[in-house]
């Protein structure tokens, strides 16, 4: 009888590890959605606060004579202009968001991904 009881108390141990770990599981993603939500209205919030300051304070601006374009120089010594996207997914990139197509969007919590930074210098 005590065999059984043991083991029986094994079994019962061994379920409850495995709830645990399920748990945790759950944890883990809601803790990664948290971090993501997070980081996205910390971005926005920066993005509003800068938009306030631009409002602020009267006077003629650089990007209102050409807005959402940089030049960027090419091989031929000429300046070329790049769009607001290019822009946009470059300063994702630099603020730890993927951007290349394998995991648009997600966390960068490896450091550089080498798809994005292709990506970046075509």
């Not at 065999?3 to 809601?30: P, S, V």
């Not at 980081?39 to 601006?61: D, F, H, M, V, Y």
């Not at 966390?107 to 075509?122: M, V």
Request: with cysteine; charged share 30%.
């Amino acid at each position: 009888m005590e065999k059984k009881n043991i083991f029986a108390h094994i079994q019962e141990i061994e379920a409850q590890m495995e709830t645990m770990r399920l748990n945790l599981g759950d944890w883990k993603q809601t803790v990664k959605e948290l971090m993501e939500a997070n980081q996205r209205l910390t971005l926005e919030n920066e993005q509003l606060r800068k938009i306030l300051k631009r409002k602020a304070p009267p006077g003629p601006s650089s990007e209102k004579q050409n807005p959402g374009k940089l030049p960027v120089p090419n091989e031929g010594g000429q300046d070329e202009v790049v769009g607001e996207g290019y822009d946009n997914l470059a300063r994702l990139y630099h603020e730890g968001f993927h951007i290349c197509n394998v995991n648009f969007g997600h966390l960068r919590t490896e450091g550089d991904c080498l798809f994005c930074l292709s990506f970046l210098n075509k």
